[in-house]
């Protein structure tokens, strides 16, 4: 819980975040624009993964025989991801909305609701998991687009970048616990 509330939070608690806020307002505004900053990150890739997606769908396939978007499945997953990504720039705009406002009060609820705590969480993760989502989905999208194509070596190139990706996430789960 130490972890989630370090990182979404800015303090390893409830507690520690209402000392801060109580009695050192110079750290609480350095917290509060370190999570707006990262929050507005958020937002401007996911405006751009939108308007990449928007430009890419509206455009015919370049290289008709490198990948195939003719299947539905490539499309829909780009849709998918661009419905996220919308989602990510929602979410992140009330989240920086909430952030401007946030105080000692709202700490306090949350630290005596379970309700309002995982109302709080959620706000401050839907964004990161929006964005999860979409870059997944896009990713799937190329990814099927490529695999109905008709050249095998990029098949091969493909399959193995994938298994790079499974080792690296593997190595990064051991490291982690």
Do not use: H
């Not at 939070?9 to 624009?33: H, N, R, T, Y």
């Not at 990504?85 to 709202?106: E, K, N, P, T, Y």
């Amino acid at each position: 819980m130490a972890a989630v509330c370090l990182v979404l939070l800015g303090a390893p608690s409830f507690e520690k975040l209402q000392e801060i806020i109580k009695k050192d307002k110079a750290a609480w505004s350095k917290i509060k624009k370190v999570l707006t900053d990262r929050t507005n990150n958020v937002n401007v890739v996911a405006a751009l993964v939108v308007a990449s997606s928007a430009s890419f769908v509206t455009t015919t396939a370049s290289t008709p025989y490198i990948s195939q978007w003719n299947p539905e499945f490539p499309y829909f997953c780009m849709l998918g991801g661009f419905g996220c990504a919308m989602l990510v720039i929602v979410s992140g705009f009330a989240q920086v909305i909430f952030l401007s406002m946030i105080g000692s009060r709202d700490i306090e609820m949350a630290q005596k609701s379970w309700l309002k705590r995982v109302c709080l969480f959620m706000l401050l993760v839907l964004p990161l998991l929006f964005l999860l989502v979409a870059a997944s989905s896009v990713g799937l999208a190329f990814t099927a687009a490529l695999w109905f194509g008709d050249v095998l070596w990029i098949k091969v190139l493909l399959t193995a970048g994938y298994v790079v990706l499974l080792f690296i996430l593997m190595v990064i789960i051991l490291v982690l616990y």
